[in-house]
């Protein structure tokens, strides 16, 4: 048995989606431009500096989303997909999942961005297991601005692999080979779990780790 786990924002994608759709919330008129960049960009700092608070962030950041009707967010995430990302979408990197998918790997997209922003984006890639943050809803399915659970950043990605696999049964230890795909020291907990970590379009702290260990370098947007 094999394991393959993807980060996704600049991994698998030249970008941050969630720092982009919040970018293009802007675009739809559904926020105010100054205050809300400027936060948007303050959460974004911290993220790449392994400082986010999870949760003002995701209070934050579904705000907007909180005031629409399902209908009205399903147009907007397909406007979004057409218009940000699937133009961004490489050839190497759907290249690189079709071939562990292929290979008959164990494949699951695991990202500290929400699952509405993510979902439709592991579905293009023909990725059916997505571990994201989970978005609390009520009893009516609105969106609460709460997390349901451990998100899945940092240490916590690694506890929602570790319930993700219990609920298949299986273990870390099950697997011959574990390849881990990442760009950021974030994932530095999860990296360390592979059997074979591959440090993809490394910000400049990870690629240092990696040159150290010895590890896989890959390059994918150039």
């Not at 030249?14 to 948007?40: C, K, Q, T, Y």
Request: charge should be negative; proline fraction near 4%.
């Amino acid at each position: 048995m094999k394991l393959c786990l993807f980060d996704l924002d600049e991994t698998l994608i030249p970008l941050d989606s969630d720092h982009a759709w919040g970018e293009f919330m802007i675009v739809l008129g559904w926020v105010d431009a100054g205050e809300f960049r400027r936060r948007n960009d303050e959460f974004f700092a911290m993220y790449k500096a392994g400082k986010l608070d999870v949760e003002a962030y995701i209070a934050f950041v579904t705000g907007p989303l909180r005031e629409r009707s399902a209908d009205q967010l399903a147009t907007a995430h397909a406007r979004f997909m057409d218009e940000v990302i699937t133009p961004r979408m490489t050839d190497g990197a759907r290249a690189l999942v079709r071939r562990h998918l292929d290979d008959g790997d164990t494949v699951a997209l695991v990202t500290a961005t929400n699952e509405f922003v993510t979902a439709p984006i592991a579905r293009v890639f023909g990725i059916d297991a997505l571990i994201a943050i989970r978005l609390e809803r009520d009893a009516l399915g609105t969106i609460t601005g709460r997390i349901d659970g451990v998100p899945s950043y940092r240490e916590g990605k690694v506890t929602r692999v570790e319930q993700w696999l219990a609920g298949q049964g299986a273990h870390w230890s099950d697997f011959e080979r574990i390849s881990v795909y990442s760009d950021s020291l974030n994932d530095l907990p999860l990296l360390e779990r592979a059997t074979e970590p591959v440090a993809t379009n490394p910000s400049p702290a990870l690629e240092a780790v990696a040159r150290e260990r010895g590890w896989r370098i890959l390059n994918l947007f150039t």
